[in-house]
Structure formats: C-alpha cells, structure tokens
C-alpha cells in the first residue's frame, strides 16, 4: 500500500529548513502550489545546493541562532542524502507578494521564508511538517509530480491522549 502525493523539489538548505520547521513559506515565481491548498505535499531534496546564503544570514541574524546552532540544523537535514523524498508538509494558502508590503511585515515574511526579496514573488503557508521514516529515492522534476509512498515509510500520526 502507498500514499499518492504530490511533490516537489527543494535544493538544500531550504529542504532541511522546511522539514524541520524553520522555513514556513516557500516563494515561488508562478503559484506552483496554489492548488494544493490544504492538501499534503512530499518534500524532494534535490541533487543540488542552493546557491545564495540569505538563508544563513537569517538564521543567525534574525532568528538569532549560532554558527553551530546553524551547522548541526543543516546536518539533521543531510542524513538521508539526496536525490530523495524525504518529508510531507501540509500546503497552505498562495498569495503573490505586492511591492508595497510595510518593512516589518517583509521582514516577518522574509524571516518565515529563510529568503530576501519576495515582492512579486507567489507565497506558500507550509505548515506541519514530518520526516518519513525512511528516505525514498527518486528523481527530481522541474515541477510537481506525483509521487506513490509506501506506507511503512510514513511517520506515525501524534498520539492523542
């Protein structure tokens, strides 16, 4: 038995970030998600690294965390390698970025992104997000693709007491 799942490739950190949490809106030049709403999403992380480093510069300026702090999240992140779905997390709303957005309100958005300039960029709500038990191997496509999880390879759901 498998989930059937839509899914995306994340280059590293941003994939980490995601599936640990830390990243709680993925930008996008088109609104790839925006039909997902409310929907699960499979986290891909894909072969290559990205190549900018807004990310570490809020991580450690805004979000106040250390070099080692910074060091050991991006090795949480690589333990499955790459070139494999790695996660699920749920899809929330898109919205497209206006140009006007107050500077506090950029920085909040910025600082849930892990990225610098979102204007006129599509905004995706990720929330909840889990690592399966196992990493799956695949190859990674451009856009969404489907992809089938065995079910021995999904996290437990919480216990509810």
């Not at 490739?9 to 599936?19: D, E, G, I, N």
């Not at 499979?42 to 480093?53: D, M, P, R, T």
């Not at 090795?75 to 070139?83: A, K, L």
């Not at 929330?92 to 909040?108: F, Y």
């Amino acid at each position: 038995m498998s989930l059937e799942v839509a899914c995306l490739s994340f280059r590293q950190p941003y994939a980490t970030l995601v599936l640990n949490g830390v990243k709680t809106i993925e930008s996008r030049w088109r609104p790839l998600l925006s039909e997902l709403r409310n929907c699960t999403l499979a986290v891909h992380i894909a072969q290559k690294s990205w190549e900018g480093e807004d990310w570490r510069l809020i991580l450690t300026e805004r979000l106040g965390m250390t070099t080692v702090q910074t060091e050991e999240l991006l090795e949480t992140g690589e333990r499955f390698g790459r070139g494999v779905i790695a996660g699920l997390v749920d899809v929330g709303e898109t919205w497209c970025c206006p140009e006007d957005v107050p500077c506090e309100e950029m920085r909040e958005l910025e600082t849930a992104a892990c990225l610098t300039e979102l204007k006129m960029k599509y905004l995706t709500r990720l929330s909840n997000p889990r690592w399966l038990n196992e990493p799956m191997y695949s190859r990674g496509h451009k856009d969404v693709w489907t992809a089938h999880i065995p079910v021995h390879l999904l996290p437990s759901a919480p216990s509810h007491p």
